[in-house]
């Protein structure tokens, strides 16, 4: 099972700007599409971007459509959420995700049961 960590979260006033990262420990990564999700107090998990393994196609929730960034570097290993304009809705935790089977993607269509290896989660807060 695939280790990752994310790093980035924290405090930011609203309109403000946070880079995650996540990085994997399987020389496979660059074979599974990835996904951050997030989940607000009270609330389900909820997919907020899915990148393929390739980086050609990604998905965006229509919440943080034209907000949120998602990237990768296979090189790396690591998966990338670059986040502007930050609202108070978009505090929550935030998890990265490694598909559960190599070279697909499913886009708007996943589910969290998609996904095998799961990130600890980073919290983000956003202040009013």
């Known amino acids: 099972q695939v280790q990752l960590v994310e790093s980035g979260g924290g405090l930011v006033q609203a309109g403000g700007s946070l880079r995650l990262s996540c990085a994997a420990s399987?020389?496979?990564?660059?074979?599974?599409?990835m996904g951050w999700f997030r989940q607000a107090p009270g609330k389900e998990r909820e997919l907020v971007a899915a990148i393929r393994w390739s980086s050609s196609s990604t998905y965006y929730a229509d919440s943080v459509k034209g907000r949120f960034t998602i990237s990768r570097d296979n090189s790396k290993n690591t998966v990338y959420l670059q986040m502007n304009s930050l609202k108070p809705e978009d505090t929550a935790v935030y998890y990265c995700?490694?598909?559960?089977?190599?070279?697909?993607?499913?886009?708007?269509?996943?589910?969290?049961?998609?996904?095998?290896?799961w990130g600890q989660g980073t919290q983000v807060t956003v202040s009013s």
């Open positions: 995700a490694a598909a559960g089977t190599p070279f697909t993607y499913y886009g708007g269509s996943y589910s969290e049961h998609n996904f095998r290896s």
């Open positions: 399987e020389r496979t990564f660059s074979s599974y599409s």
